[in-house]
């Protein structure tokens, strides 16, 4: 990682203002994370900006940035429109947790600043940022909140404890409470946070979910099909709905006993549905995803479709499952 991290201090030397976007409907991995590079950069005396977000979703970050301000923590949030009317001379984009040009905070932004470097952990399908100047993809890192970490760790900067919970709110989520895709590097980087403050009763809090949500995530639950024998999916209403949320359903329905592949369907953004697939390790849920143009790992795979409705996702995904598995 050592490189990695050299690579963009030398990148962010190299520039004049610093802008750092997420994905649109960011969670607290995706902002979180923008937060602690946000810091970073300012500890290089660089001018940073965060790209704010149009459309919030998570109540958990909402809290999380209203404490963050009530302790008289700020960061300098500018939109899409102020970004573009700055008439920087020399900026720095930095995309945080998605790789594709469809997902992110602002496609203008995204088309009006030349120099990006692209930070993601997910696996890659539809488009990718392609004209990045230096890209760090990597399936193996359970969020980008564990490459932030490391990050911090990697130039022994202090920040405050109240970011470090944010950071550590948005491992939880990406992993499920580390139950997914966490590996003795994700507990390392978790026990950094937990030692430079990361408080972790406030990190319950934060996420501690509305009960109406959690209800709602019951009755999509109770609403799953029984597709074959030890697969179920299920499908989500059609609201546009957070990556994290998507994921959750599919491993909940995992969790069920005798329950052998799993597949939860929602919508992502106005244009595009997502599939989120979970499996124990017999059914190769990577290439069931494949066929939606989508991808990952034996056990934990994605996709994501355009221009179609949720209902019709889930239509095409029943018959593609009963094809592939037989
Ligand atoms: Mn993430």
């Known amino acids: 990682m050592r490189d990695v991290f050299e690579k963009i201090n030398e990148n962010i030397k190299k520039h004049d203002e610093i802008i750092i976007m997420t994905h649109a409907r960011p969670d607290l991995d995706g902002m979180g994370s923008a937060l602690v590079l946000y810091k970073i950069v300012k500890s290089m005396n660089k001018p940073c900006y965060i790209v704010s977000p149009k459309e919030k979703i998570y109540r958990s970050l909402d809290k999380a940035m209203n404490l963050l301000y009530k302790n008289d923590i700020k960061f300098n949030l500018k939109t899409a429109d102020e970004i573009i009317n700055s008439k920087f001379s ?41 004209d990045a100047i230096y890209k760090y993809d990597d399936a193996n890192k359970s969020s980008i909140a564990e490459v932030m970490a490391e990050y911090l760790k990697f130039l022994d900067l202090k920040i ?13 989520v990406d992993t499920s409470s580390f139950s997914i895709k966490t590996t003795a590097h994700t507990f390392d980087m978790a026990a950094f946070l937990a030692k430079n403050g990361a408080d972790f009763v406030l990190m319950q809090e934060l996420l501690k979910e509305p009960k109406e949500e959690m209800t709602q ?19 989500m209403d059609d609201k546009v709905h957070g ?38 390790g017999e059914i190769n849920v990577g290439e069931i995803m494949e066929k939606f143009g989508g991808g990952g790992h ?23 499952i009963k094809d592939v598995i037989k």
Do not use: W
């Open 298 to 320: 034996l056990t934990d795979a994605a996709a994501q479709i355009k221009d179609k409705t949720v209902d019709e996702v889930y239509t095409m995904l029943k018959n593609t």
């Open 217 to 235: 995530r019951y009755v999509y639950i109770n609403n799953s099909e029984e597709v074959l024998k030890d697969v179920l999916i299920c499908k």
């Open 90 to 130: 020399n900026p720095l984009l930095f995309v945080l947790d998605t790789q594709k040009p469809e997902l992110v905070e602002s496609e203008r932004v995204l088309e009006y600043i030349k120099d990006k470097i692209v930070i993601d952990h997910h696996i890659g399908t539809l488009d990718t940022i392609d």
């Open 160 to 172: 405050e404890s109240l970011i470090m919970t944010v950071l550590f709110a948005g491992m939880v």
């Open 243 to 280: 990556n994290v949320d998507i994921a959750l359903l599919a491993k909940e329905l995992l969790k069920f006993e005798d329950v052998k592949a799993s597949f939860a369907v929602g919508k992502l953004s106005h244009k595009i549905v997502g599939i989120s697939a979970r499996s124990m």
